[in-house]
């Protein structure tokens, strides 16, 4: 069975850095393009950041570019988001998601699979 699980959240000051994990159990990750999403309280989905099978093909969302990073290594099934200089209206949860298209995109209904994911909370 397909899994998706993330880490690396927790608090930080505004400022700080966090790196976010997106572990694949069940299935190669590599055939995969995937997904961050963040969801802030009373507010939609939204989406953060892709990255393509291959991760020739990044996107990003305008609030989060030149502040985070995305990025592979398919040898451990693991995607990463390194997020730096964060703002108190980063805080959400952020989930990793891969679509069954393999398509890098922003849309969280083109998703199919879901992690459970991760608390990121940045103090003024």
């Known amino acids: 069975q397909l899994q998706l699980v993330e880490s690396g959240g927790g608090l930080v000051q505004a400022g700080g850095s966090l790196r976010l994990s997106c572990a694949a159990s069940?299935?190669?990750?590599?055939?995969?393009?995937i997904g961050w999403f963040r969801q802030a309280p009373g507010k939609e989905r939204e989406g953060v950041s892709c990255i393509s099978t291959s991760g020739h093909i990044i996107k990003y969302a305008d609030s989060v570019e030149d502040r985070f990073t995305i990025s592979r290594d398919n040898a451990k099934n693991t995607v990463y988001l390194q997020m730096n200089s964060l703002k108190p209206e980063d805080t959400a949860v952020y989930y990793c998601?891969?679509?069954?298209?393999?398509?890098?995109?922003?849309?969280?209904?083109?998703?199919?699979?879901w992690g459970k994911g991760t608390l990121v909370t940045v103090s003024s």
């Open positions: 998601a891969a679509p069954e298209t393999g398509r890098c995109v922003l849309d969280s209904s083109g998703m199919d699979y």
């Open positions: 069940g299935f190669t990750l590599d055939t995969y393009a």
